[in-house]
């Protein structure tokens, strides 16, 4: 097909879910919960391997117990790396798969299989398919945030805190590229580099619903907070930041500024972190509501949500909820994830 000629792109309408809340615990209750889970955990060499934006409890529970708490590209290091036969991924569904991908032989369990995410169901691969066919001279670079299917159907996968490098060492070596399933983090790249890319036109529900007339507002209520932004937000938010950057990135920038208040604008899952490694720091959220805001999320992302440590003690016991990827879309899929970890090794020596 001609590439001057692309197909006009309707994207599946993602639907926010609903979901029972989780049911609160006393005290006692969730001590004699996370006991619970410790022992089973124990028993079965599993560990628990938790995202920055899921419930606190379920955070602290990874790190008591020699799992971890990270962004998608640490979490699916700390799997490979580590010795444990069953990993409990405790985030969204294509981080269990990420880690299925990566770890073949250890059984993955999830707490919710339900739990997915907007950029991943927005990129659906038979529509994602035929729109790479229309750029057969263009690398695909797509996001963690996708299926596996996506994935084997790319070159690269990239995380938020390596994007912007692999993107500039492509267009360093003359590539052209298409970019999915995040457009603003796509603007956002693009402007940051001037490379011109084909972008999918996708969004994250949480990001989407930062306001940038709301967070005007809010700044000169607290002059001296630095604004810390993901790029997932739009770029009228993007461009009242002082840190634009990965969750990681944020978290370090909470720890190492000088700055006592914080207006951050990415899930607040992610304050649990951010106040064990700077307690006495005043974290604020950026307001989601404003002109136009219909704030399905508010800043809290429903899928996260899904994880509880209920759901957690329960995969244990039952062994349900495991994610299966059929070995040679596995095979497939695994080829752009390690061209990523291996590139980001580079960069780490
Ligand atoms: S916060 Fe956004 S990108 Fe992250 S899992 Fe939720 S919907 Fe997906």
Same mark, same amino acid.
């Given at each position: 097909?001609?590439?001057?000629?692309?197909? #006009?792109?309707?994207?599946?309408?993602?639907?926010?879910?609903?979901?029972?809340?989780?049911?609160?615990? !006393?005290?006692?209750?969730?001590?004699?919960?996370?006991?619970?889970?410790?022992?089973?955990?124990?028993?079965?060499?599993?560990?628990?391997?938790?995202?920055?934006?899921?419930? +606190?409890?379920?955070?602290?529970?990874?790190?008591?117990?020699?799992?971890?708490?990270?962004? !998608?590209?640490? @979490?699916? $290091?700390?799997?490979?790396?580590?010795?444990?036969?069953?990993?409990?991924? &405790?985030?969204? $569904?294509?981080?269990?798969?990420?880690?299925?991908?990566?770890?073949?032989?250890?059984?993955?369990? @999830?707490?919710?299989?339900?739990?997915?995410?907007?950029?991943?169901?927005?990129?659906?691969?038979?529509?994602? !398919?035929?729109?790479?066919?229309?750029?057969?001279?263009?690398?695909?670079?797509?996001?963690?945030?996708?299926?596996?299917?996506?994935?084997?159907?790319?070159?690269?996968?990239?995380?938020? +805190?390596?994007?912007?490098?692999?993107?500039?060492?492509?267009?360093?070596?003359?590539?052209?590229?298409?970019?999915?399933?995040? $457009?603003?983090?796509?603007?956002?790249?693009?402007?940051?580099?001037?490379?011109?890319?084909?972008?999918?036109?996708?969004?994250?529900?949480?990001?989407?619903?930062?306001?940038?007339?709301?967070?005007?507002?809010?700044?000169?209520?607290?002059?001296?907070?630095?604004?810390?932004?993901?790029?997932?937000?739009?770029?009228?938010?993007?461009?009242?930041?002082?840190?634009?950057?990965?969750?990681?990135?944020?978290?370090?920038?909470?720890?190492?500024?000088?700055?006592?208040?914080?207006?951050?604008?990415?899930?607040?899952?992610?304050?649990?972190?951010?106040?064990?490694?700077?307690? +006495?720091?005043?974290?604020?959220?950026? #307001?989601?509501?404003?002109?136009?805001?219909?704030?399905?999320?508010?800043?809290?992302? #429903?899928?996260?949500? @899904?994880?509880?440590?209920?759901?957690?003690?329960?995969?244990?016991?039952?062994?349900?909820?495991?994610?299966?990827?059929?070995?040679?879309? &596995?095979?497939?899929?695994?080829? #752009?994830?390690? $061209?990523?970890?291996?590139?980001?090794?580079?960069?780490?020596?």
């Amino acid at each position: 097909m001609d590439e001057t000629t692309p197909q #006009p792109l309707i994207l599946p309408k993602v639907t926010v879910p609903e979901h029972p809340p989780i049911q609160e615990l !006393s005290g006692e209750e969730e001590k004699a919960l996370k006991n619970h889970i410790k022992e089973l955990l124990h028993q079965q060499n599993a560990a628990l391997v938790a995202h920055y934006y899921t419930d +606190g409890k379920i955070q602290d529970l990874a790190e008591e117990t020699g799992g971890c708490v990270a962004d !998608s590209l640490e @979490m699916a $290091r700390f799997g490979m790396e580590h010795e444990a036969r069953t990993l409990v991924v &405790a985030g969204v $569904r294509f981080m269990g798969e990420t880690s299925k991908i990566l770890n073949n032989e250890k059984r993955v369990l @999830m707490p919710d299989l339900a739990a997915t995410c907007s950029l991943d169901d927005c990129c659906p691969i038979d529509l994602f !398919s035929d729109f790479c066919d229309q750029y057969p001279n263009h690398k695909v670079v797509v996001y963690a945030n996708t299926s596996a299917r996506v994935k084997a159907r790319s070159d690269w996968v990239v995380t938020s +805190g390596i994007a912007l490098a692999i993107v500039k060492h492509l267009a360093e070596n003359g590539e052209k590229i298409i970019w999915a399933p995040d $457009r603003h983090l796509g603007q956002y790249i693009q402007n940051q580099t001037g490379i011109e890319m084909i972008i999918w036109p996708g969004s994250c529900v949480v990001h989407e619903e930062f306001r940038a007339v709301a967070l005007q507002r809010i700044r000169r209520l607290h002059p001296a907070a630095a604004v810390l932004v993901h790029p997932e937000s739009p770029q009228d938010v993007i461009c009242q930041a002082d840190v634009v950057g990965s969750t990681t990135a944020l978290i370090k920038a909470v720890a190492s500024m000088p700055n006592m208040e914080f207006i951050i604008a990415t899930d607040a899952g992610i304050f649990n972190k951010m106040r064990q490694i700077a307690p +006495g720091k005043t974290l604020i959220e950026a #307001p989601t509501m404003g002109d136009g805001a219909t704030c399905q999320s508010c800043a809290h992302c #429903p899928w996260m949500e @899904m994880n509880s440590l209920q759901k957690v003690a329960e995969v244990l016991e039952t062994g349900q909820n495991e994610i299966l990827v059929d070995a040679e879309l &596995a095979a497939k899929a695994s080829i #752009p994830i390690r $061209r990523m970890i291996d590139f980001s090794r580079g960069i780490r020596l």
